[in-house]
């Protein structure tokens, strides 16, 4: 009997390392980790919220929510969206502003008012804790003719497998049989939630794209439409010309792999043959830009690609909400003894709607930065108060020209290595454009403290704490973690 029960045990962990390896190495879905040629264009532009201190009290400057509000309005043939947190769950104690709503109410209006325009938008799972509850957002959006794509996470390679191949081999499968019981983590007031909605939790899995699309212009941005977001520091760039096509068909890959989720409904995507045909007002070559559209695992070859460039003389800025990935840690490092000027503020990863966390894995990293860089390399803190750093924003200057990447994807393994989807914009420019002023201009008031107190000294932060370290290297690793 022990023999069989043995046998048993060894035939059903046997069967979870097969899908944990299938999971960890299967193909990434058609269309995505997709890297669009450059674009001509005059028509980027640069946005940023920030939220800092001036005379002891807290500033927050909001634009970009703004701006989407904007081209949602101005949209007149279609919207295709696309948003990772979009909710407003949160400790009812505290006040944030009413993102969520003032999105749906938008999206709403505009599809009310035309009825016949395609509008698609597509999120993540977690807005409706993986299937537990739905939001009276979604059902708004619903219950207007909005196209609500829910994105099938089950497509996507697996970034825990450890725990991924137990999960697909004895409980994706299970049908919905439970009613929401668990306690909601998002929020004491939320909706409860099922037990195999944590199940699916665990495999730390997203859609964590945050852009809109419409035929006349893209934003991407680091952004969420959460309202526990509300005062966070993000940024986010505008485009317009054929680089919007490429947004168009990345986001209808994303549509189609999750096909079991949508009504079978015309989706905007379908509606990118009414982008101009044209890179928009791209004639003087010296006023413009080059723009691509990099997703996924793409992103991870243009930002290894460009700091490997770097030069002695060559500057590096980077502005990121999570650090992590060894290789981009590597290149960093290498780039500091090559004598290239580097420049990183990072969040100290301290706050998260109103919890308190380690500082992992931004403070180990940082320490491991100073110390093989022999402290070439510059870092300040963004002092957050409450809300996060939650940027992602390369900067580097060469000797003629300059390449800006920023969007959604943090810089770890989790979002630049082929697992979480992601969507970042890299733009290329002479050193005298004015997107690279403004991008040059963005970062010397946070790191100089300019008009407010922005960023801190290392030291307030500091952490060479080894067990970090390696706690954070094994989490990196192993996929066992939510960064």
């Known amino acids: 009997m022990n023999f069989k029960k043995r046998y048993l045990l060894l035939l059903l962990f046997s069967v979870a390392v097969l899908f944990s390896i299938y999971g960890y190495n299967k193909s990434?879905?058609?269309?995505?980790?997709?890297?669009?040629?450059?674009?001509?264009?005059?028509?980027?532009?640069?946005?940023?919220?920030?939220?800092?201190?001036?005379?002891?009290?807290?500033?927050?400057?909001?634009?970009?929510?703004?701006?989407?509000?904007?081209?949602?309005?101005?949209?007149?043939?279609?919207?295709?969206?696309?948003?990772?947190?979009?909710?407003?769950?949160?400790?009812?104690?505290?006040?944030?502003?009413?993102?969520?709503?003032?999105?749906?109410?938008?999206?709403?209006?505009?599809?009310?008012?035309?009825?016949?325009?395609?509008?698609?938008?597509?999120?993540?799972?977690?807005?409706?804790?993986?299937?537990?509850?739905?939001?009276?957002?979604?059902?708004?959006?619903?219950?207007?003719?909005?196209?609500?794509?829910?994105?099938?996470?089950?497509?996507?390679?697996?970034?825990?497998?450890?725990?991924?191949?137990?999960?697909?081999?004895?409980?994706?499968?299970?049908?919905?049989?439970?009613?929401?019981?668990?306690?909601?983590?998002?929020?004491?007031?939320?909706?409860?939630?099922?037990?195999?909605?944590?199940?699916?939790?665990?495999?730390?899995?997203?859609?964590?794209?945050?852009?809109?699309?419409?035929?006349?212009?893209?934003?991407?941005?680091?952004?969420?439409?959460?309202?526990?977001?509300?005062?966070?520091?993000?940024?986010?760039?505008?485009?317009?010309?054929?680089?919007?096509?490429?947004?168009?068909?990345?986001?209808?890959?994303?549509?189609?792999?999750?096909?079991?989720?949508?009504?079978?409904?015309?989706?905007?995507?379908?509606?990118?043959?009414?982008?101009?045909?044209?890179?928009?007002?791209?004639?003087?070559?010296?006023?413009?830009?080059?723009?691509?559209l990099i997703t996924e695992g793409k992103i991870k070859k243009q930002i290894l690609q460009v700091l490997n460039e770097t030069d002695k003389g060559d500057e590096i800025k980077l502005g990121m909400f999570y650090l992590s990935d060894r290789d981009v840690i590597q290149s960093l490092i290498d780039a500091a003894k090559r004598e290239v000027s580097i420049q990183i503020i990072l969040d100290p990863n301290k706050d998260a709607f109103g919890m308190e966390k380690n500082g992992i894995p931004n403070r180990p990293v940082a320490s491991e930065l100073l110390e093989k860089s022999n402290g070439k390399i510059k870092l300040r803190w963004y002092d957050t108060q409450g809300e996060q750093y939650h940027t992602k924003l390369l900067f580097v200057k060469m000797a003629e020209e300059s390449v800006l990447i920023g969007g959604s994807s943090n810089f770890t393994k989790r979002n630049i290595d082929d697992f979480n989807l992601e969507a970042d914009v890299k733009i290329t420019a002479d050193n005298d454009h004015e997107i690279v002023k403004e991008v040059e201009s963005y970062f010397a008031r946070v790191w100089e403290n300019k008009d407010g107190i922005y960023t801190a000294d290392y030291e307030k932060y500091r952490d060479d704490s080894s067990l970090k370290h390696w706690i954070y290297r094994f989490q990196e690793w192993s996929g066992l973690s939510t960064f």
């Open 28 to 292: 990434v879905p058609v269309g995505l980790s997709f890297e669009g040629q450059e674009h001509t264009t005059f028509d980027v532009d640069f946005l940023y919220d920030l939220t800092y201190l001036k005379d002891g009290k807290r500033n927050s400057e909001q634009v970009i929510f703004e701006n989407i509000l904007k081209t949602i309005q101005e949209a007149e043939q279609f919207i295709i969206i696309d948003m990772f947190l979009f909710n407003d769950a949160y400790d009812e104690t505290e006040q944030y502003p009413g993102l969520t709503e003032q999105l749906t109410t938008a999206l709403v209006t505009k599809q009310m008012e035309n009825p016949q325009m395609d509008i698609t938008f597509i999120t993540d799972e977690m807005n409706s804790f993986y299937g537990s509850y739905s939001t009276k957002y979604i059902d708004q959006l619903l219950a207007s003719g909005v196209n609500v794509v829910y994105t099938d996470l089950n497509k996507l390679r697996d970034s825990n497998p450890a725990y991924s191949g137990f999960y697909r081999a004895f409980i994706s499968w299970i049908g919905d049989f439970e009613k929401g019981w668990l306690p909601n983590p998002f929020s004491e007031d939320s909706p409860k939630v099922e037990l195999r909605s944590y199940a699916k939790l665990l495999n730390f899995k997203a859609n964590h794209r945050k852009v809109i699309a419409t035929e006349k212009q893209a934003i991407v941005t680091s952004a969420n439409p959460h309202d526990a977001s509300g005062y966070h520091s993000n940024i986010a760039f505008v485009v317009k010309g054929n680089i919007t096509r490429d947004i168009v068909n990345s986001e209808s890959s994303v549509a189609v792999m999750s096909d079991e989720q949508y009504e079978p409904r015309a989706i905007a995507v379908m509606a990118s043959s009414e982008i101009a045909d044209n890179d928009s007002g791209a004639t003087n070559q010296g006023d413009s830009v080059k723009a691509s």
